[in-house]
């Protein structure tokens, strides 16, 4: 048996060839380079992880196995030690205004403790990263992607003005409790928890240990994030698993989450060759944003929601049973090249291959028949809506 | 009856002239959930080291290559309708395909049940 081509867990260090876990040859003949370890580490390996290079650290990509902590998460809670992720405070007078000169987003109304999405762009609008960014009173908590942070925090660092501080938060650990049950098992850790809003944030204490908790996630369910001291993240952790409905679950399972769940990932689904636009995240521009501009590659971003883009990002739904993954050409009916996919993979909760990937846009309409090549195979697919999961974020008021 | 192993961690049960012909334990569990299995249909001739199968864990794609040359005189497909039993019976019931062997000769040299459980140790 030989590997011939992989995908996933979740990041361009695997679209690099980096061995993974799956790898019957253990990466044999593949340079390797120094990883990094995080906070839990050792946690890690005692609950039996599976540990894979991942955004420069060693991380746990399976623990039990993907399906299993796939469908867990979707049903009871599991938990994601996202510690790899760049956790940045950034500061300063008139930050807001100065954040605005590097991203799309409405940054001088942003509300207090309300994370917001937004974008990293370079001057021709391609995208060097994607970010929630929460305003904390007078500083901005900004949370990327882990593969990306050093290169970001060097694009801000040259790009914002000399008054406005980027800070690094490397002591900082950063767990992610998701799914249905989450709100219920959090409560018991941390009380008053359950009372957080969707896309709402706030300062929290456990056992004398400050943390940030935001209700969100990238997984399409109802969760947490929880920033928490490095120091404390694996009694945290402890905590959390201590109680019957949550499971530590690995890379693995949160990419095939967040793929049903239709979220773009970076350095796959996401590049400097994407615009917001182009992947469909438009909804990150408002309106006075759209009507001031003043954010890098404006004036062809603006253009783009317009006239529409050259290409745009869809789902895919695929006919059989083969999963059809990232790199497959996406064809015409006269077999043109007219997209690609980006992330694709067998849906645990659907038992079908789903798949995500730009087209262009005269044929991104859904419902469009098209067909997925890979490894010389033709698939029939057609343009689908996303999520392929529904999204059961916590709705205010709505019982829990 | 005899039962042979490749260092591309493939077995190869061997009765008579025929060879039936799956993944290892260890290749399974290196692969994780296995959500695809493909098998080669019954008169195909496949040559040694010829890929002869496809198995898809949610994480890769592999080929099976074909570890004897022959003729296929029978695909499971009960692992393409379950592509779990690979998981659940790798050396057993999640077999992949039957060879006519051509050239018995060609299982000189692979390793024998003891030889490889000692070898996959060391990887």
């Known amino acids: 048996m030989s590997r011939e081509v992989h995908n996933g867990p979740t990041d361009e260090t695997q679209a690099r060839g980096t061995p993974f876990s799956g790898d019957p040859h253990g990466g044999a003949g593949v340079e390797t380079r120094q990883l990094d370890t995080l906070p839990l580490d050792t946690w890690h390996r005692s609950q039996g992880a599976r540990m894979v290079p991942f955004a420069g650290y060693e991380m746990p990509v399976q623990y039990e196995g993907i399906i299993a902590e796939h469908l867990w998460t979707r049903e009871n809670a599991g938990l994601f030690d996202v510690s790899h992720m760049g956790q940045l405070l950034i500061h300063g007078r008139n930050v807001d205004a100065a954040l605005e000169s590097l991203m799309p987003g409405d940054f001088r109304a942003a509300a207090d403790m309300k994370p917001k999405y937004s974008l990293l762009l370079d001057e021709s609008g391609g995208i060097i990263d994607d970010l929630m960014a929460t305003r904390r009173g007078d500083d901005f908590y900004i949370v990327v992607n882990g593969a990306t942070k050093h290169g970001d925090i060097e694009v801000m660092q040259n790009r914002l003005p000399g008054e406005v501080v980027v800070d690094y938060m490397k002591e900082q650990a950063l767990l992610a409790l998701q799914g249905p049950r989450a709100a219920e098992v959090l409560e018991t850790i941390v009380p008053g928890i359950g009372q957080l809003g969707f896309m709402q944030g706030g300062p929290f204490s456990w056992q004398g240990h400050n943390l940030w908790i935001s209700r969100s996630g990238y997984t399409g369910e109802d969760g947490f994030e929880i920033s928490v001291p490095g120091t404390a993240v694996a009694a945290l952790a402890d905590a959390i698993c201590a109680h019957e409905l949550a499971k530590p679950i690995g890379l693995g399972a949160r990419d095939s989450l967040r793929l049903e769940a239709g979220l773009p990932l970076y350095g796959h689904d996401l590049g400097l060759g994407t615009t917001p636009v182009m992947a469909d995240l438009s909804f990150a521009i408002n309106k006075r944003r759209r009507a001031d501009g003043g954010f890098p590659g404006a004036m062809r971003i603006l253009a783009e929601l317009q006239n529409s883009p050259p290409q745009k990002r869809v789902g895919f739904e695929i006919d059989g049973r083969q999963p059809v993954r990232e790199g497959a050409l996406v064809l015409d009916g006269e077999g043109n090249e007219v997209g690609k996919i980006t992330s694709g993979g067998f849906s645990p909760s659907l038992q079908r291959p789903i798949a995500m990937g730009y087209v262009a846009t005269h044929l991104a309409e859904l419902g469009t028949a098209l067909k997925l090549e890979q490894r010389g195979k033709l698939f029939d697919a057609r343009v689908a809506p996303m999520p392929f999961v529904p999204h059961r974020y916590h709705r205010k008021g709505a019982s829990a | ?123």
Do not use: C
């Open chain 2, 1 to 123: 009856m005899s039962l042979y192993f490749t260092k591309e961690h493939e077995w190869i049960r061997v009765d008579g002239d025929t060879a039936t012909i799956g993944i290892s334990d260890h290749a399974q569990e290196q692969l994780g959930d296995i959500v695809f299995a493909e098998v080669p249909e019954a008169g195909r001739k496949v040559s040694k080291g010829q890929e002869a199968a496809v198995v898809e864990s949610v994480k890769a794609a592999s080929d099976v290559y074909a570890p004897v040359s022959g003729e296929v005189t029978e695909g499971n497909q009960a692992v393409a309708d379950d592509p779990a039993l690979v998981n659940n019976d790798p050396e057993g019931q999640g077999w992949f395909f039957k060879i006519k062997l051509d050239n018995p000769g060609e299982l000189d040299g692979l390793m024998d049940e003891a030889a490889y459980r000692e070898w996959i140790k060391t990887l």
